[in-house]
């Protein structure tokens, strides 16, 4: 059976930079932090205070206010990210096939801020009974985004999430990559939603000792690959991606950002939150991508990697990617958005996704921002091309997106220059 070719004809943000793609992807080259102090909640007891928080955000102004009402924050975003991801792509949703386009979209969390809240409900009202909001359920489940999505459209082809920590998102674009290319869709509406600053997620994480508490300088907390880096720092938001049959695109004469050239998972099976020291699952799921793109390490210009700015992780990220990449590693580029956008969990990969096809696009590599002259970690190597700082002009001709989460789930995609 031949494969069927997938194509990238449609983007849609809402992210810590920015409430749509063109403000975030600006911000994005331009080395803007997104990371400011919490106003979503009072966090004056927690031991981190500062996150990047989606700014500016209106549900009404995009949604219906009958349909607000069912909606946890994370749907929410999903939802204004879909719209313009399917504006933007051209779809005409009078003459596509409804049965034939489908909706994949994750959440790594789900709606944590309804679970909070009407667990909190009743525990206020316990003495007069239980009041329970009809929408607890439906509000807070992690693939509920997929299923708002496809009522607002009436899209009828293969429809769920996919949930794997913070590869969430890159799992879904795999899995709807998988679904076009086998021949099963014409298209699919794909990424992935996260709204997790809450008490519970900032708490549950500083109880792990997992997040930055650099309370005093919040925009310089996401250091990836400095020595001085201590933690994570939270992001919410949404990017969905629609993908599409190549042929499919081209009937329709659909503008064209990118093409998916192949991807891979694999299994740290080494601990519940740590990444294996010696990159092992690393390593593998960037082979396995390379294998099924049928791409030999030279051919990648750029790696959006994990860099979750963590002790622990960054340095094993780097190893595997020397082990992979060998003399070619020197040779490409190498940055972590997460110094800007935050850690958007489930999210990450979508929107590490969206970067890499619009750096494939433009021809521009963002930055990892915040290294500082001398913070250097002798665990890392330095001759590496990190991009600190600047974004950097360069043909790439191919970029790769790596993703772990907890579990020890990796996944990762390759996206390359679109050639007829």
């Given at each position: 059976m031949e494969l069927k070719r997938v194509v990238v004809t449609g983007l849609g943000a809402i992210t810590p930079l920015g409430n749509d793609v063109q403000t975030t992807w600006q911000s994005l080259i331009s080395g803007v932090s997104g990371a400011k102090p919490i106003t979503l909640m009072d966090v004056s007891k927690f031991k981190t205070r500062f996150a990047c928080e989606v700014k500016n955000f209106d549900p009404n102004l995009y949604i219906d206010r009958k349909e607000v009402r069912k909606m946890d924050r994370y749907t929410q975003f999903a939802v204004v990210a879909a719209k313009e991801a399917v504006r933007d792509s051209g779809l005409d949703n009078e003459a596509i096939d409804h049965d034939r386009v489908g909706v994949v979209f994750s959440s790594g969390i789900g709606g944590i801020g309804t679970f909070e809240q009407e667990v909190g409900n009743y525990y206020q009202h316990e003495e007069a009974g239980p009041r329970i909001n009809p929408f607890f359920i439906p509000k807070m489940i992690s693939d509920i985004a997929a299923g708002h999505i496809s009522i607002i459209y009436g899209f009828r082809g293969p429809n769920f999430g996919t949930v794997s920590a913070c590869a969430s998102s890159t799992n879904?674009?795999?899995?709807?990559?998988?679904?076009?290319?086998?021949?099963?869709?014409?298209?699919?509406?794909?990424?992935?939603?996260e709204a997790a600053i809450t008490i519970s997620g900032i708490g549950g994480f500083n109880a792990m000792n997992a997040l930055s508490t650099r309370n005093d300088s919040p925009e310089t907390a996401s250091r990836p690959f400095s020595a001085s880096r201590d933690g994570f720092v939270m992001g919410e938001g949404s990017v969905c991606v629609i993908l599409e049959e190549l042929e499919h695109a081209l009937a329709r004469n659909a503008?064209?950002?990118?093409?998916?050239?192949?991807?891979?998972?694999?299994?740290?099976?080494?601990?519940?939150?740590?990444?294996?020291?010696?990159?092992?699952?690393?390593?593998?799921?960037m082979q396995n991508a390379l294998a099924d793109a049928l791409m030999s390490p030279s051919e990648i210009d750029y790696i959006n990697v994990h860099g979750t700015s963590t002790p622990v992780g960054d340095p094993s990220e780097v190893k595997a990617i020397k082990d992979v990449f060998g003399e070619n590693a020197y040779k490409l580029n190498i940055s972590s958005t997460k110094s800007m956008t935050g850690h958007?969990?489930?999210?990450?990969?979508?929107?590490?996704?969206?970067?890499?096809?619009?750096?494939?696009?433009?021809?521009?590599?963002?930055?990892?921002?915040?290294?500082?002259?001398?913070?250097?970690?002798?665990?890392?190597?330095?001759?590496?091309?990190?991009?600190?700082?600047?974004s950097e002009r360069r043909i790439v001709r191919a970029a790769l997106s790596n993703t772990f989460g907890f579990g020890g789930h990796n996944a990762c995609i390759i996206v390359k220059k679109f050639i007829r």
């Amino acid at each position: 059976m031949e494969l069927k070719r997938v194509v990238v004809t449609g983007l849609g943000a809402i992210t810590p930079l920015g409430n749509d793609v063109q403000t975030t992807w600006q911000s994005l080259i331009s080395g803007v932090s997104g990371a400011k102090p919490i106003t979503l909640m009072d966090v004056s007891k927690f031991k981190t205070r500062f996150a990047c928080e989606v700014k500016n955000f209106d549900p009404n102004l995009y949604i219906d206010r009958k349909e607000v009402r069912k909606m946890d924050r994370y749907t929410q975003f999903a939802v204004v990210a879909a719209k313009e991801a399917v504006r933007d792509s051209g779809l005409d949703n009078e003459a596509i096939d409804h049965d034939r386009v489908g909706v994949v979209f994750s959440s790594g969390i789900g709606g944590i801020g309804t679970f909070e809240q009407e667990v909190g409900n009743y525990y206020q009202h316990e003495e007069a009974g239980p009041r329970i909001n009809p929408f607890f359920i439906p509000k807070m489940i992690s693939d509920i985004a997929a299923g708002h999505i496809s009522i607002i459209y009436g899209f009828r082809g293969p429809n769920f999430g996919t949930v794997s920590a913070c590869a969430s998102s890159t799992n879904s674009i795999i899995s709807a990559f998988d679904i076009i290319r086998l021949g099963k869709a014409n298209a699919i509406v794909t990424g992935g939603a996260e709204a997790a600053i809450t008490i519970s997620g900032i708490g549950g994480f500083n109880a792990m000792n997992a997040l930055s508490t650099r309370n005093d300088s919040p925009e310089t907390a996401s250091r990836p690959f400095s020595a001085s880096r201590d933690g994570f720092v939270m992001g919410e938001g949404s990017v969905c991606v629609i993908l599409e049959e190549l042929e499919h695109a081209l009937a329709r004469n659909a503008k064209i950002y990118a093409e998916i050239a192949g991807s891979g998972a694999s299994g740290d099976a080494y601990h519940l939150t740590a990444s294996h020291p010696e990159g092992l699952g690393a390593r593998l799921v960037m082979q396995n991508a390379l294998a099924d793109a049928l791409m030999s390490p030279s051919e990648i210009d750029y790696i959006n990697v994990h860099g979750t700015s963590t002790p622990v992780g960054d340095p094993s990220e780097v190893k595997a990617i020397k082990d992979v990449f060998g003399e070619n590693a020197y040779k490409l580029n190498i940055s972590s958005t997460k110094s800007m956008t935050g850690h958007m969990l489930g999210a990450a990969g979508a929107v590490e996704a969206m970067a890499c096809i619009l750096a494939v696009q433009n021809d521009i590599v963002p930055p990892t921002i915040n290294h500082e002259p001398g913070d250097d970690d002798p665990d890392i190597d330095y001759k590496l091309n990190f991009t600190f700082n600047q974004s950097e002009r360069r043909i790439v001709r191919a970029a790769l997106s790596n993703t772990f989460g907890f579990g020890g789930h990796n996944a990762c995609i390759i996206v390359k220059k679109f050639i007829r």
